[in-house]
């Protein structure tokens, strides 16, 4: 395949971007996305260009570090993958691609394509947890039955990779399917019960602090969501908020 | 007498480690909020360990090269963790998995060591439910568990396909709890470049800010590298890109011995090469070997007529099928460890048995499975009739609510429904046994510096089961560093803050910076990959499944060959002050060329096959296992730590000798 790239190129946070064209050649149906991209790399470094920094690390769709808005899509045409699960199969010879960092007020440009989504973390930090110590004194795991669906259901939540997608797909770029789901996963399981009012609270207050926008029920983030987190995780946050702002 | 020191605490197996912790000192909680201590590393060993650390009232410094600890590498680990829990009352126990252990690992382990493992294994369990880990459960709200190959008893938990996320995202969750507490300061997109002695001992670290370039010095009383296996020596692996052995390795030239480097694990089931453009190998879950049958054509016009695409593997019959485990080793069958199960795949390829257009792969077919279920749920759902159809949907969906995603997974990467045709599968590098010394404290052999997980060389041996991995982290970060490092550090209460404005920082720091330009003024012929592909065939070639002695020869050769161009002509473009992910590559580039030659060093002198490691000079001549991998204990019954004397040849080896005294020595049959 021969394809022409046209690729967001900007040196750090502060300084202005672009798009670039670059044409590439010999691209298989089998390379994944990033693997083309290590391709043209290879031949930026041989030409003595700079090559384009963009995130990944375990490249199988789990860390959830590749982002890459592609043909205004995050990670590209396919539905419920990562950027580094899209293979070039789905792409025809002579196509046009254009690739750009996710966007979003919150997710600075760090270079190129590579954006900071340290607001996520913040998010985390504020209550994304059960307050439990590790003393080796827990009590049995066993010891507390959850219902198999309950388990499930949980877990689904908890599959979220932390990846972004759904701010960068968001019209208004909102956190809350991402938020939603560390809420979720939590709400779903007896343990998380003791703290869930403050949980919320926290949670919920440190993502509106982040600058992301408001949810206005587009459903946009689902439908990109490389790991299919529903749009019901965000009515069960909702339920939760409200719920804990009467208690507060 | 050897110079390395294991400090196994005296007394009976079983009660070593409550005696340990009866008698070693204490902190106490006041004194600990004047003590810092740095953690490099946040995979579940590092993760774990800072959070417990923090909790304990330590200051602690985390440091990880990804945007977040959540990212680190042990997200990826699919089948799930092992703890002697007997939950499914079937005879396990500590002692057994201590046994499995010890045995699996071809009794290149200790004793000590593995024992406690087992013994905190089930708090493991209990620590992550509380945390909020959602395991699998069974409909009695129970915890669910499965097999892993190498063992007879269910001792797996697992979260779907996704157990290492969800336990690093519970020891990540632990972690935020610190981080809000202010009791962790995390330091994301750092790389450790270098470690720092001062009188001897460990006191800190020297750092890159990937982002803005910068170099920064970080003190401690204590360091712990958590930093993850060496896997990508062979530059194709089920590693994360960015996993690398930079923090052991640089301890390692500060005097951390360096322990079993030849020991690799080699997964038998991945998705198998495709192309030269290839990054990285995906592996299928082990888990799968509990319902997957492994075949391959029993005949070669077959595996002709399939390679050319004339015939489906579907199309061939019961008997035209050589199913190859099962018939080589009855008692485990599919679920032989991993490191049979690896050989004998190699070894129907190399006799031309293989399936794909590269002759490297083997069948994974879960057909008989399918139906298998099938026909177990119409029974259970009161159908008394069901068609072929039926059976075979029903059975689908049971294998779907089990290995969903890592079909998924196969049929994105491959473009092939593996529900309908048998998966290929091929061996690749998967984890590394060996990596620092450390002594039972996990301390290595430097004094205030600990390492942890799969950066320290202990409890695996010469190979490692399934789901003991994610075992030995959690165990190290929870619940066995917490007490040793306090022991340790109750001797620095008095200490104070380490000053970073001293002569071991200032010099450490300038080395670091001249290691950096020295990367950067290559002459510019080749790419950092370019260099890492080919240090990569050269390990997979000669010191990959099998290995020999005029290859091991070679390799060395080889390796301090390449490692000298590299230096010479290496291209590193951009700048050093600001992101350059090229860099970054080349200082670990430059590392896995020194790992790699000791790498081989290591195999050459390690004269036996044991574990992971067949040497081809070593083999079973005669009787039942003749043929089958020959472990020589008169000779190699020991750890070999590596001292580091500048170039990797001259490395001087330590032996640690390894004392059984609890298990017989038996020669390892899955027959
Ligand atoms: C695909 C796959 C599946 C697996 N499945 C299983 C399984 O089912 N069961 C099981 O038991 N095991 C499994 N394993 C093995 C297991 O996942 C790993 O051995 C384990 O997670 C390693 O954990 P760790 O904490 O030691 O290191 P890692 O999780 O690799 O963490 C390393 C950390 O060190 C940091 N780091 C590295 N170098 C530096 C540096 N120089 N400076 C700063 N930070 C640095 C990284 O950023 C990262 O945070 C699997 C492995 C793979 C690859
Ligand atoms: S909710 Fe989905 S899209 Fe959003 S961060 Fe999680 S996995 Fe990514
Ligand atoms: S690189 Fe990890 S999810 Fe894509």
């Known amino acids: 395949m021969n394809l022409t790239l046209k690729i967001w190129r900007q040196s750090d946070a502060n300084s202005k971007g672009k798009l670039v064209d670059y044409s590439i050649s010999g691209i298989e149906g089998d390379m994944s996305f990033l693997e083309m991209l290590d391709v043209l790399n290879e031949d930026l470094i041989n030409k003595g260009e700079e090559p384009v920094v963009f995130d990944h690390d375990c490249r199988e769709g789990i860390c959830g570090a590749c982002s890459l808005q592609i043909n205004g899509e995050p990670h590209g045409p396919d539905r419920l993958i990562t950027t580094c699960q899209l293979h070039m199969r789905k792409f025809n010879d002579g196509d046009t691609i254009y690739i750009e960092p996710f966007r979003a007020k919150a997710f600075p440009v760090v270079k190129d394509l590579m954006v900071d989504r340290s607001s996520f973390e913040r998010i985390q930090h504020a209550g994304g947890y059960i307050s439990v110590n590790t003393s080796g004194n827990t009590q049995d795991a066993n010891a507390i039955p959850i219902r198999k669906e309950d388990a499930d259901e949980a877990m689904d939540a908890a599959t979220c990779i932390g990846c972004g997608a759904c701010v960068a797909a968001c019209k208004n770029a909102s956190a809350m399917l991402f938020t939603s789901a560390k809420v979720s996963q939590f709400a779903l399981l007896p343990q998380g019960q003791v703290e869930a009012t403050e949980r919320v609270l926290a949670m919920v207050n440190q993502m509106d602090e982040e600058g992301f926008g408001n949810c206005t029920n587009t459903g946009a983030c689902e439908i990109e969501c490389p790991k299919g987190i529903s749009l019901e995780n965000i009515a069960r946050m909702n339920r939760e908020y409200l719920k804990a702002s009467m208690k507060g | ?671």
């Open chain 2, 1 to 671: 007498m050897s110079i390395l020191d294991s400090k196994i605490p005296e007394g009976p197996l079983a009660d070593k480690w409550t005696n340990y912790k009866n008698k070693i000192n204490l902190v106490n909680p006041a004194n600990k909020r004047n003590i810092d201590v740095i953690v490099v590393g946040t995979g579940l060993a590092g993760g774990s360990a800072a959070a417990t650390l923090a909790e304990l009232g330590y200051n602690v410094k985390t440091f990880c090269y990804s945007d977040s600890p959540r990212r680190a590498h042990s997200i990826a680990a699919q089948g799930g963790i092992n703890a002697a829990k007997n939950y499914q009352g079937d005879g396990d126990s500590d002692y057994r998995l201590f046994y499995d252990t010890v045995k699996g690992g071809d009794y290149r382990s200790r004793e000590a060591n593995v024992y406690r493992l087992a013994e905190v294994s089930g708090n493991i369990i209990d620590q992550c439910v509380a945390q909020g880990v959602p395991f699998a459960r069974e409909y009695g709200g129970l915890l669910d568990n499965r097999s892993f190959g190498g063992v007879l008893v269910s001792r797996t938990f697992y979260a779907k396909g996704q157990t290492g996320q969800q336990l690093l995202l519970g020891a990540y969750s632990a972690m935020n709890r610190q981080i809000n507490r202010g009791k962790i300061q995390a330091f994301n997109r750092h790389e450790m470049l270098d470690l720092v002695k001062v009188d001897g001992k460990a006191r800190g670290i020297i750092a890159r800010d990937l982002v803005t370039g910068e170099i920064e010095r970080h003190s401690a009383h204590a360091v712990v590298l958590a930093s993850g296996g060496y896997g990508n020596v062979f530059f194709l692996s089920t590693n994360a890109m960015g996993s690398n052995v930079m923090a052991a390795w640089r301890a390692h030239r500060r005097g951390a011995f360096f322990a079993n480097p030849c020991y690799t694990q080699i997964h038998p089931t991945c998705i198998p090469v495709s192309g030269d453009h290839q990054s990285k190998l995906t592996l299928m879950s082990e888990s799968l070997r509990n319902d997957g049958r492994i075949w391959v054509p029993k005949r070669k016009e077959d595996v002709e007529a399939i390679r050319t695409g004339k015939l489906k593997p579907t199309q061939l019959s019961e008997d035209e099928r050589d199913y190859y485990l099962e018939r080589r080793y009855p008692a485990f069958g599919n679920l032989v460890p991993r490191d049979v199960a690896s050989r004998a795949a190699k070894e129907r390829c190399d006799a031309g048995f293989g399936v794909n257009k590269t002759g490297e792969a083997v069948y994974l077919d879960f057909a008989s499975a399918i139906q298998r279920y099938g026909k177990e749920k119409a029974m259970t759902s009161g159908m008394h009739n069901p068609s072929k159809e039926e059976i075979t949907k029903m059975g689908e969906e049971v294998i779907e609510s089990k290995y969903g995603n890592l079909f998924q997974m196969y049929e994105k990467i491959v473009d092939e429904n593996p529900y309908k045709s048998p998966m290929m599968i091929y061996p690749a590098v998967h984890y590394t046994m060996g990596g620092l010394w450390v002594d039972y404290n996990l301390q290595t052999t430097i004094p205030g510096c600990y390492a942890a997980g799969e950066a320290n060389f202990s409890d695996h041996g010469a190979n490692r089961l399934g789901a003991s991995a994610l075992m030995q982290g959690l165990a190290d970060g929870y619940f066995v560093l917490p007490y040793t490092i306090g022991d340790y550090l109750s001797h620095d209460i008095r200490t104070g803050k380490i000053p970073t404005d001293t002569p071991e920082f200032d010099q450490a720091e300038k080395e670091v910076k001249d290691r950096i330009e020295k990367l950067m003024s290559g002459s510019g012929e080749h790419s950092v990959d370019y260099y890492h592909k080919k240090l990569g065939k050269i390990m997979w070639n000669k010191c990959g499944m099998s290995r020999n002695e005029k290859e091991l020869k070679e390799a060395i050769e080889e390796i301090s060959v390449l490692r000298e161009d590299f230096w010479k002509n290496v291209k590193v473009p951009g700048t050093v002050n600001s992101m350059n992910p090229e860099l970054e590559k080349a200082g670990r580039v430059a590392d896995f060329l020194e790992l790699g030659e000791l790498f081989a060093k290591d195999a050459l002198n390690r004269n036996e096959s044991c574990g992971g490691h067949f040497r081809e000079e070593s083999v079973e001549q005669s009787g039942e296992q003749k043929g089958e991998a020959l472990r020589d204990d008169k000779n190699f019954k020991y750890v070999a730590a590596w001292e580091y004397k500048g170039e990797p040849k001259d490395a001087e080896l330590h032996k640690e000798d390894l004392v059984f005294e609890n298990i017989e020595l038996k020669t390892r049959s899955y027959k």
